[in-house]
């Protein structure tokens, strides 16, 4: 017996920095201001912008490529970030689910981490009316990724978890005495002309 996922919400990809981005970080170069439930830097004022950061945005961008070209397997000429920002939670700190608007793809590099800082977790989309009519989630032997609604990553330092901008995500709270300190990201994508579809996604962005 074989079997095929089909209907997937989204892939998660992991990648590890080709080196320590993170001893580029300094928390002193940025604003951090109360954000609900965690401190953010401003989200319009990209921090990968930043001349310090430009290798971290060099290798970033090249990794989202690697995504885009051999895991979603989309043809396009470029890619780029288009806002930028830090997140910082302390002891307490957590994220509520959310997805982000606006963007195809979205990724999150961490600087800080512990090994019991919360993980990134993943939720499946599931409208009422698409669940088993006979509840079996207290039936199956363990969760897997074709029957479990939430899926956790564990985080580390310098390492980034690149997803579809669409996904709900989250984490839970940081009872780690560490802070968790990441930077978010989201991209769109410059797509090959193709002329003969006229449900194209035609919108350019530079020239």
Excluded: C
């Amino acid at each position: 017996m074989w079997s095929q996922p089909i209907f997937p919400t989204g892939v998660v990809a992991i990648a590890g920095a080709d080196k320590a981005y993170s001893e580029l970080w300094d928390d002193e170069r940025f604003e951090f201001k109360d954000h609900e439930t965690k401190e953010r830097t401003h989200m319009w004022k990209s921090v990968l912008d930043h001349p310090d950061l430009e290798p971290l945005k060099k290798w970033i961008l090249s990794a989202a490529g690697e995504y885009l070209r051999e895991i979603m397997q989309l043809r396009h000429q470029d890619v780029f970030i288009t806002d930028s920002w830090a997140n910082r939670s302390s002891k307490g700190h957590h994220q509520q689910t959310h997805n982000h608007k606006n963007s195809i793809i979205s990724g999150v590099y961490y600087l800080q981490t512990a090994e019991d800082s919360p993980g990134l977790k993943f939720y499946r989309p599931m409208p009422p009316d698409q669940g088993p009519f006979i509840s079996l989630q207290e039936h199956y032997v363990h969760n897997n990724p074709h029957t479990t609604d939430v899926v956790q990553f564990p985080v580390k330092t310098d390492q980034m978890i690149i997803f579809p901008s669409q996904m709900y995500h989250g984490h839970d709270a940081n009872e780690s005495d560490t802070v968790r300190i990441n930077i978010s990201w989201n991209a769109l994508v410059e797509f090959e002309d193709n002329e003969d579809s006229m449900y194209s996604y035609r919108i350019k962005f530079k020239e």
